[in-house]
């Protein structure tokens, strides 16, 4: 788990100390909405806005994500700004925060890490950078 930009030791032993069992989520994101990292929805019809992020749950591992989210964007940010290679996770998060403010940026990355966490745990899959 701690091969995910992002994830270093504390991360990774409160995410095994909170979700002892990570199949009671059936998808990536029911777990990523645990910890209150997905927007909230308003919606009205056929008109569907996101909104803030939910903060319900975990507050301490969301804490967790977001900080290594922050690391992990920062980390690719120098990178790519240094004409160094960037991963595929790297090169999207620094394109969102070129569109979007850095909050929201970090955020979305600590979500997706959450999802990909998810995945090798539920799967048995590493991961793989590119």
């Given at each position: 788990m701690?091969?995910?930009?992002?994830?270093?030791?504390?991360?990774?032993?409160?995410?095994?100390?909170?979700?002892p069992?990570?199949?009671?989520?059936k998808r990536?994101?029911?777990?990523?909405?645990?910890?209150?990292?997905?927007?909230?929805?308003?919606?009205?019809g056929?008109?569907?806005?996101?909104?803030?992020?939910s903060?319900?749950?975990?507050?301490?591992?969301?804490?967790?994500?977001?900080?290594?989210?922050?690391?992990a964007?920062?980390g690719?940010?120098?990178k790519?700004?240094?004409?160094?290679?960037?991963?595929r996770?790297?090169?999207?998060?620094?394109?969102?925060?070129?569109?979007?403010?850095?909050?929201?940026?970090?955020?979305?990355?600590?979500?997706?890490?959450?999802?990909?966490i998810?995945?090798?745990?539920?799967?048995?899959?590493?991961?793989?950078?590119?």
């Open positions: 701690m091969i995910v930009p992002g994830i270093g030791v504390t991360t990774a032993t409160a995410m095994f100390g909170s979700v069992d990570f199949h009671q989520f990536a994101p029911q777990l990523s909405s645990w910890p209150g990292l997905t927007p909230r929805q308003f919606s009205s056929n008109k569907r806005v996101p909104g803030r992020i903060k319900r749950g975990d507050k301490y591992l969301r804490m967790l994500l977001i900080h290594g989210a922050r690391a964007l920062l690719a940010h120098r790519w700004a240094n004409g160094k290679p960037v991963t996770l790297q090169q999207w998060a620094t394109d969102l925060q070129h569109r979007k403010h850095h909050n929201i940026a970090t955020v979305a990355l600590a979500n997706k890490m959450a999802r990909i998810w995945a090798m745990r539920t799967k048995g899959d590493e991961y793989q950078a590119n």
